[in-house]
């Protein structure tokens, strides 16, 4: 019995170890991208580390992305002049800041390429930090309070997870060795750094334990096998289940309590002159039809594919926030592929649907 048991052990492990091979050949897991050292958190806010030049790399969805940033910590917008009478300053996270682009092809490049188009006399500067949420954003703005000038307009690109994610004083991310790094399912520090000295000596991403969906997503960077079989667990996942765990945020006031704070944002950016704009940016799962039918259950969990904008437009109207709707144009271009296949981030051909026409709406001609 005991001769038979170990067969079957060595049998199973044997024929794990050659489809994880014959999974690598098709599909590899995707490797973290964000370069170490490229974050730090200064005065307890989160800005790129001044002057540093780097690449992204995931492995699957790009390749050695240049990405690089100014004394102040932004990250550079190779088109923008380097005086010009008014600025545009660019808060966000990864989708603001250009998470697998390189610095041309982020979305404020392309949107500074479309005003210099017009000779509209505007530097952008972006200010896009992965891996920070609304909170975050209100505390930049503090930061930076006194440089704001009666000229300048503050461009907020909101994510589905900026809308989502409780404000909070504990921050969801940290940075360790140089690293962006899951505070939440890390552990503590020493945890982590134990964690990054075998990424960097073998390659891999040790999983967290806390929960299953922490664990299956770091997973699924380390295994080709659970990275092609994941998603479709997860979509049988959702159709199983009773309800969204959204709803349960939509209910405790979550998507108002981060537009108040945009209006806070607003309102310290009036102070000083300035105006803001809101730009709702959201995810595939919305805008790609087929994305959506998965995800929402057919309109189960979400009751339109502008759901984002459903949530949060009304709220801007009452705190009187300009909030621009970029859902229209995304689900109009999405057949052409605007986000990476596997990441999940705006790809090139996004950034250039987006960067322009926000240009258009933020100044128009």
């Known amino acids: 019995m005991l001769k038979n048991l170990f067969l079957v052990l060595l049998s199973c492990a044997v024929g794990l170890g050659l489809a994880e091979a014959v999974a690598w050949q098709f599909q590899p897991p995707p490797r973290p991208a964000i370069p170490q050292n490229m974050l730090e958190v200064s005065g307890g806010v989160w800005r790129m580390t001044p002057n540093f030049s780097g690449v992204m790399d995931n492995r699957v969805d790009f390749r050695d992305a240049a990405v690089s940033s100014d004394t102040q910590g932004n990250r550079i917008v190779p088109a923008a002049p380097a005086e010009a009478p008014r600025r545009l300053l660019v808060i966000g996270d990864s989708q603001t800041f250009g998470h697998g682009l390189s610095n041309e092809e982020s979305w404020p490049n392309w949107l500074q390429n479309d005003l210099n188009r017009r000779n509209a006399g505007v530097r952008v500067v972006n200010m896009g930090v992965p891996g920070i949420n609304i909170d975050q954003y209100l505390e930049r703005i503090k930061a930076i309070a006194e440089d704001i000038r009666p000229t300048d307009v503050v461009l907020i690109g909101v994510s589905w997870n900026d ?203």
């Not at 080709?224 to 479709?232: E, I, N």
């Not at 459903?310 to 109009?332: D, G, I, K, S, Y």
């Open 163 to 365: 809308l989502i994610t409780p404000p909070s004083q504990v921050q969801v991310n940290a940075v360790v060795e140089g690293y962006l790094v899951n505070a939440a399912s890390t552990g503590n520090i020493e945890d982590a750094r134990a964690k990054i000295r075998i990424f960097e000596f073998t390659g891999l991403v040790v999983p967290p334990l806390q929960n299953v969906k922490d664990f299956l997503d770091s997973l699924s960077q380390t295994s080709a096998l659970v990275g092609l079989m994941y998603p479709r667990a997860r979509a049988i996942y959702y159709r199983l289940r009773d309800h969204s765990p959204v709803a349960n945020l939509v209910a405790e006031g979550v998507p108002e309590a981060n537009v108040v704070l945009l209006r806070k944002i607003a309102d310290k950016v009036a102070e000083r002159g300035g105006r803001t704009v809101v730009a709702l940016l959201p995810e595939r799962m919305f805008f790609d039809d087929a994305a959506y039918a998965v995800y929402s259950v057919n309109g189960r969990d979400f009751p339109t594919p502008d759901y984002q904008a459903h949530l949060a437009q009304p709220m801007c109207q009452r705190l009187e926030l300009t909030c621009l709707n970029l859902f229209p144009v995304l689900h109009e271009h999405h057949r052409e592929g605007v986000v990476f296949k596997v990441d999940g981030h705006y790809n090139p051909r996004g950034a250039a649907v987006i960067g322009p026409w926000l240009a258009g709406e933020v100044f128009p001609q």
